[in-house]
């Protein structure tokens, strides 16, 4: 596509609950990016995909959040269990040929757990 | 570990001021540099970027950062902002000389007053 693509825009879900939230890329980029936007916290990175190899999951806050990236292209972040510190934006991004190239931002899904 | 310092949280100025925003990053090592801006209720945007060559890079409306290796700064300038330029900007450091992702600082809010 034109752009990163996430969905949904906007999640409210309860406190226990599972949650998944996708990206789509754009198409040819071979990283792919998480990130969890707080306010007055910037940028947490969370995982990221570069081709074929395995995930850099460094940046996972907990064993409740997880990700995969199939085919190369659509992702999708998992956080189980959620609490309410879960609630932030989630910023996906992708990139041609790696970090030092620069990012495209998708416009994050808003989750909220109440 | 890669680190990014935004001295800044908020400022603010009036229209036709002069802006500099402070970033400093640690990171011994070769950098790409970028400035992401995130005008209200927008997706993150790439602002500029280096990589190599001349310190002082131009980037889009007008602004531009000059990349100072002695002092690991990346300084973000424009000579006359604008109502418009209001926004929160995010600097980000990433490995010059590998895969792996982008370092962001925690953001300093623009207001611009009109």
């Known amino acids: 596509g034109a752009g990163v693509s996430q969905s949904p825009s906007n999640k409210v879900t309860e406190k226990g609950k599972d949650v998944e939230l996708r990206c789509d890329p754009i198409?040819?980029?071979?990283?792919l990016y998480w990130y969890r936007q707080s306010l007055g916290q910037g940028l947490e990175f969370l995982i990221y995909?570069?081709?074929?190899?395995?995930?850099?999951k460094s940046g996972l806050p907990s064993d409740r959040f997880s990700a995969e990236r199939t085919g190369g292209s659509v992702s999708t972040l998992t956080i189980q269990r959620t609490q309410q510190e879960d609630s932030a934006v989630y910023l996906c991004?992708?990139?041609?040929?790696?970090?030092?190239?620069?990012?495209?931002f998708g416009s994050g899904t808003r989750l909220t757990v109440v | 570990a890669q680190s990014v310092s935004q001295h800044n949280h908020h400022v603010i100025l009036s229209e036709a001021a002069s802006l500099e925003l402070g970033c400093n990053y640690s990171?011994?090592?070769?950098?790409?540099l970028f400035w992401y801006v995130q005008y209200p209720g927008q997706h993150l945007q790439l602002l500029l970027k280096?990589?190599?060559?001349?310190?002082l890079v131009k980037g889009i409306k007008g602004f531009e950062a000059e990349f100072i290796k002695s002092k690991f700064s990346f300084n973000l300038r424009k000579p006359s902002v604008q109502w418009s330029d209001t926004a929160e900007y995010f600097c980000?450091?990433?490995?010059?000389?590998?895969?792996?992702?982008?370092?962001f600082g925690k953001g300093t809010k623009l207001s611009v007053k009109p």
């Open positions: 991004a992708s990139s041609l040929a790696g970090a030092r190239y620069g990012y495209t």
């Open positions: 198409s040819g980029h071979t990283a």
């Open positions: 995909f570069q081709g074929n190899s395995a995930p850099d």
């Open positions: 990171y011994g090592g070769t950098v790409n």
């Open positions: 280096y990589f190599s060559g001349d310190p």
């Open positions: 980000a450091v990433a490995d010059g000389g590998s895969q792996g992702n982008l370092i």
